[in-house]
């Protein structure tokens, strides 16, 4: 693609990175058929190829308007693009800088700004999503619609949230993470049950907390360079000592995670740590598909019919897909098929607070197809995902991990 990107533009390191992006690609709408919301709407902005060219105008000097912000809020970041483009386009860096550019030189509304801004507030505390857990049942009613429907149940006093001491020489460690361990704290409890069986202690660190995903999206930088900084000084005494992996539960954050070498690559102080850290970064699917086979008389014989829902972040971002399903299929699981399995279901993080009607519509859609095949339970591998779909869907939905532990015991 041809680019006149202004001089100012080209100045800055994201500006320089923006045209290497634009060059690549090639005009020949590919995205566009595995798009989500280019299904929904039809209109050629409200897909891959369309946002790339409302990008380029802008770091050429064209006026942006709110239209423009539209379009680029309407993007689910799910990378589904950069699966299917034969060019290798980095559609979700390019995605960032437009989105920067564009908070930079307009002004949101104001009810958009106090959104974003007590979502950053609350979501990545998991003290305070406790706190608003607690409280929501009372104050429901006096929420938007979209924000009062997106909150979750405390979890369940049942929930099997055992945490293996450590008895292992080989460790690795856990996200600590923000919201799942407020919502469903019995996840990471599972991944440690499955790596003690193996011979690996998972440790919890003191001091760490959210990944820093949901300000980074939000075009918060300041506060998502913090929350890495946070995670990097609990994790480094750790990885100093040699520490075998770093380990993520959730797709998104597994994505986030392995990214903090590009996002920190120009910091000074934790550029070479924020590197080293994404080396050792691994999602719970890799660590297990790596490890030898669970002894199949080990492994409940009773077959159960399941439908798994590839997160995004999984599937385009990670790319680990497969090994998951290969993972329950040895755990005697079987696996409905499902109709566009690519698709998005909606949840892309604060998504579905922000663009409600768009999410229920790609919820309702996703749904239907993994339903089809009558599952017993529908699995998946990240939290945003599941507590999304749980809203409505009619049989239990839980993370892969928590099948494969009951598949164990």
């Not at 930088?221 to 520490?243: H, L, Y």
């Not at 019919?305 to 290969?326: D, N, Y």
Request: charged share 20%; net charge positive.
């Amino acid at each position: 693609m041809q680019t006149r990107l202004t001089e100012q533009t080209l100045a800055s390191p994201s500006g320089a990175q923006a045209e290497s992006i634009l060059r690549r690609c090639v005009h020949c709408g590919f995205c566009n058929a595995t798009c989500p919301t280019y299904q929904l709407s039809g209109n050629e902005l409200d897909g891959p190829r369309g946002r790339i060219y409302l990008i380029k105008q802008m770091l050429e000097g064209a006026s942006t308007t709110e239209l423009t912000r539209q379009h680029l809020d309407r993007c689910l970041t799910c990378r589904s693009c950069e699966t299917t483009c034969p060019s290798g386009v980095q559609y979700s860096h390019l995605l960032e800088i437009g989105r920067e550019h564009i908070d930079r030189v307009t002004t949101r509304a104001r009810g958009e700004r106090v959104l974003r801004r007590l979502l950053r507030y609350v979501l990545p505390e998991t003290k305070r999503v406790r706190w608003a857990l607690r409280v929501a049942p009372y104050v429901r009613g006096l929420m938007p619609k979209a924000l009062a429907a997106a909150l979750p149940e405390a979890p369940s006093r049942a929930s099997n949230t055992q945490w293996p001491a450590a008895r292992h020489t080989r460790r690795m460690l856990a996200l600590t993470g923000c919201v799942q361990p407020a919502t469903q704290p019995q996840i990471d409890a599972a991944a440690a049950r499955l790596l003690d069986r193996r011979g690996i202690s998972l440790l919890r660190v003191h001091g760490g907390g959210c990944c820093g995903a949901l300000s980074h999206h939000l075009n918060a930088a300041g506060e998502a360079r913090a929350q890495m900084v946070r995670n990097i000084d609990a994790w480094w005494p750790d990885v100093e000592q040699g520490v075998e992996a770093i380990v993520s539960t959730s797709s998104a954050c597994s994505v986030m995670l392995k990214d903090y070498g590009r996002l920190l690559g120009y910091d000074v102080e934790y550029g070479e740590k924020a590197k080293r850290i994404s080396a050792l970064v691994a999602d719970a699917s890799a660590v297990l598909s790596s490890l030898p086979r669970f002894e199949a008389t080990q492994v409940a014989p009773a077959k159960r019919r399941i439908s798994f829902h590839a997160p995004c972040s999984l599937q385009h971002g990670l790319r680990g897909h497969k090994e998951v399903e290969r993972l329950l299929h040895e755990h005697n699981y079987e696996l409905t098929a499902v109709r566009d399995p690519h698709l998005c279901c909606g949840a892309a993080g604060t998504y579905s607070i922000q663009q409600p009607e768009l999410s229920r519509q790609l919820r309702a859609n996703k749904l239907a197809a993994l339903q089809a095949g009558a599952p017993t339970v529908i699995a998946t591998a990240n939290i945003g995902c599941l507590l999304h779909m749980q809203q409505t869907a009619s049989v239990p939905v839980k993370h892969w991990l928590e099948l494969l532990d009951e598949a164990e015991r």
